[in-house]
């Protein structure tokens, strides 16, 4: 299986992007899934977490009110949108596969897509 993210890159603080995974996964509507961020020198952290239909969604502290996770079963497509975006937002974003209910990542993850805020 794949999970390809895209939609990353460097913008100023208080700006917006949108995260967009790709599942190859024929398991991907029957599972939760994930946004983690790794910064370097930090532990990888969970930043929102989604159940398998989407009726509940998790965030960390740092990011509930400013980002959003959804996903597209349809599409096999995961998303996240960032707003108000801060330099400690600064990160390697990866999509994974969770498991239902504790949102811990699997041996399923993407290969990361870049997010740098500037001050």
């Known amino acids: 299986g794949q999970l390809l993210e895209s939609g990353g890159g460097l913008v100023q603080a208080g700006e917006s992007l949108r995260l967009s995974c790709v599942a190859s996964?024929?398991?991907?509507?029957?599972?939760?899934m994930a946004w983690y961020r790794q910064a370097p020198g930090k532990e990888r952290e969970l930043v929102a977490g989604?159940?398998?239909?989407?009726?509940?969604?998790i965030y960390a502290d740092s990011v509930r009110g400013r980002f959003t996770i959804s996903r597209d079963n349809a599409k096999n497509t995961l998303y996240l949108q960032m707003n108000t975006l801060k330099p400690e937002d600064t990160a390697m974003y990866y999509c994974?596969?969770?498991?239902?209910?504790?949102?811990?990542?699997?041996?399923?993850w993407g290969q990361g897509t870049q997010v740098t805020v500037s001050s």
């Open positions: 994974v596969v969770v498991s239902n209910g504790d949102y811990k990542p699997s041996d399923y």
């Open positions: 996964l024929s398991i991907f509507s029957i599972n939760a």
């Open positions: 989604i159940s398998d239909s989407g009726s509940k969604t």
